[in-house]
């Protein structure tokens, strides 16, 4: 399918989330149809759907490559992000884990418990 995609996903509070992905996560809001809270997420559109009632999954249903994951955790960290810490996982100072790839990933949660994730793929 040679579409362009569109990212889903739900907030129960859409200030909450316009705030968080717009001023701590630096997203472009483009609009609030009512229905959902538009973002430009690097040329694909992120629709954050507005819901009564949400269950976060504990998975990951949202990330990021990034070249310097260090520098990026630092910012968010800066801008009130907090990183989560899982169990069984080794993970530095940063909260940054290594993969047996050489991935390097962080997670973190939306005001929704929507887990997201940076990640630093290995060279």
């Known amino acids: 399918m040679g579409s362009a995609p569109i990212a889903f996903l739900a907030t129960t509070d859409p200030a ?6 717009r001023d701590a996560l630096g ?4 609009a609030d149809d009512g229905f959902a809270l538009v973002f430009d ?3 694909t559109m992120l629709r954050i759907a507005r819901v ?5 999954q504990p998975f990951t249903v ?5 070249d310097d994951i260090e520098m990026v955790v ?3 960290k800066e801008r009130g992000v907090a990183f989560e810490r899982y169990a069984g996982l080794e993970q530095d ?3 940054v884990w290594l993969s047996p790839a050489g991935t390097r990933v962080a997670w973190f949660k939306d005001p929704d418990g929507n887990v997201l994730a940076l990640s630093q793929l290995a060279e």
């Open 52 to 56: 009564d009632r949400f269950t976060p």
């Open 62 to 66: 949202l990330g990021w490559r990034v």
């Open 16 to 21: 909450q989330a316009r705030a968080f992905y």
């Open 27 to 30: 997203l472009e809001f483009v």
């Open 74 to 76: 630092l910012a968010l």
């Open 93 to 95: 100072d940063a909260g």
């Open 41 to 43: 997420l690097a040329g």
